[in-house]
């Protein structure tokens, strides 16, 4: 295996870590609001299962996006395409954090 299937194969661990993570919140049976942000406190919800389905859904999303913007890799490590998956992985983090406020928080805030 060549260096820059390995660099891919490293990004969609990444990638598949999300959804999976994705689907475990989507689909948890607990009563409990999962956290987005790393050591915040979850902002008290008014449907926590909706709230988790809703949240979940968008690591899914976050996670298939980050499989898809790491493709550039596979052209090798002196292509440029290479600044794609560089900026695609910024862009598309505020992305979800901007969907996670302004919409998902938004939303179900109590």
Do not use: D, H
Not at 13 to 38: C, D, N, Q, T
């Amino acid at each position: 295996m060549t260096a820059r299937m390995w660099a891919f194969v490293m990004w969609a661990v990444f990638g598949a870590a999300f959804i999976v993570l994705g689907m475990y919140v989507a689909f948890s049976k607990k009563e409990k609001a999962f956290g987005f942000w790393a050591n915040a406190k979850t902002p008290p919800v008014t449907n926590i299962k909706k709230y988790n389905r809703a949240l979940g859904m968008l690591e899914c999303a976050y996670g298939v996006v980050l499989i898809l913007i790491g493709l550039p890799l596979l052209a090798g490590q002196n292509s440029p395409l290479f600044i794609i998956s560089i900026l695609g992985a910024m862009f598309s983090s505020i992305a979800a954090m901007a969907v996670y406020e302004l919409g998902i928080v938004k939303k179900y805030r109590a």
